[in-house]
C-alpha cells in the first residue's frame, strides 16, 4: 500500500461547482497534513495546512479524519483558474514530506 | 525577491556527463530539499539537509552527491548521465522539519 493516495483524476467540473478530493495516508503516526497545488510545468505551491479541528480558507475547506486517516479538500464555486493538480501531503518524521501523486482538477465554462 | 532559486532552468545533456543543479534560499530556512519528478509527475524527496548537515538520503544512486556549504545553499551533483536521469528537480526549503516547504521553480533536465 502507498503511504499515501489519491485519485488521479481527472475531475472534470463545470465553473460554479463543488468538488472534494480525498486522499488517504498509511502511516498513522502521521504527524503533519498539507495540500500543495501544481499548475502544469510549475513547482507546488502550499494551498493550506489541515488542522485537526479542520479549517477554511475562502472557498477551500480542508479536513482531517485521524481515525480513518485521510484528509479531504473541499473547493467551493470552482473557478477557471483553480484548474491545477493538487497534491496531499503528509509528515511522519522530522525533515519529511511524503507527496501524493495528485488529483488532477480541470474546471470548465 | 525570488524566495528559493534553482539554476539553470533548463539543461540538455548527453548520456555520461557530468553537471551540477545550484539553490539558493533568502528565506532564512534551515531546511533544504531536493526532490525529482518524473515524467509521471510523482516527486519523490531525494535528500534533505539541516543546517548544513544530511537528514535525508533517500534511495538515490551514489551518482547523485548533494553538497551544502552553508544553510542557505543547497546544490546537486550529478555524475554519469542516464537517461532515467531526466526529469524535472526541484528544490524547496522550510524553517525547520515538519513545516511547509518552499519550491524553487524547478530545472528540466533531458538527456540525449
Known amino acids: 500500500r502507498k503511504e499515501v493516495e489519491q485519485d488521479p483524476g481527472p475531475f472534470n467540473v463545470p465553473e460554479g461547482a463543488t468538488v472534494a478530493f480525498n486522499c488517504t495516508y498509511s502511516?498513522?503516526?502521521?504527524?503533519?497534513f498539507f495540500w500543495y497545488r501544481q499548475d502544469c510545468r510549475k513547482e507546488p505551491k502550499l494551498l493550506m495546512s489541515?488542522?485537526?479541528s479542520g479549517n477554511e480558507d475562502g472557498r477551500f475547506t480542508a479536513q482531517l479524519n485521524r481515525a480513518s486517516q485521510y484528509i479531504s479538500l473541499l473547493i467551493r464555486d470552482s473557478k477557471l483558474s483553480d484548474s491545477a493538480t493538487y497534491l496531499c501531503?503528509?509528515?511522519?518524521?522530522?525533515?519529511?514530506?511524503?507527496f501524493g501523486t495528485g488529483t488532477r482538477l480541470q474546471v470548465f465554462p | 525577491d525570488t524566495a528559493v532559486s534553482q539554476t539553470p532552468k533548463y539543461l540538455v545533456t548527453q548520456m555520461g556527463n557530468d553537471k551540477s543543479i545550484k539553490c539558493e534560499q533568502n528565506?532564512?530556512?534551515?531546511?533544504m530539499y531536493w526532490y525529482k519528478q518524473d515524467s509521471k509527475k510523482f516527486l519523490k524527496i531525494m535528500f534533505s539537509?539541516?543546517?548544513?548537515?544530511?537528514?535525508i538520503n533517500e534511495t538515490v544512486p551514489n551518482r547523485f552527491s548533494p553538497k551544502s556549504p552553508d544553510k542557505a545553499h543547497l546544490n546537486l551533483h550529478i555524475n554519469s548521465l542516464e537517461l532515467g536521469d531526466s526529469a524535472v528537480y526541484f528544490c524547496?526549503?522550510?524553517?525547520?522539519?515538519?513545516?511547509?516547504?518552499?519550491f524553487g521553480d524547478g530545472t528540466r533536465l533531458s538527456i540525449l
Open positions: 501531503v503528509v509528515t511522519y518524521n522530522t525533515d519529511k514530506l511524503i
Open positions: 539537509y539541516n543546517n548544513k548537515e544530511l537528514i
Open positions: 528565506l532564512g530556512h534551515d531546511t
Open positions: 489541515v488542522y485537526s
Open positions: 502511516n498513522s503516526a502521521s504527524q503533519s
Open positions: 524547496a526549503s522550510s524553517l525547520t522539519g515538519n513545516q511547509p516547504q518552499h
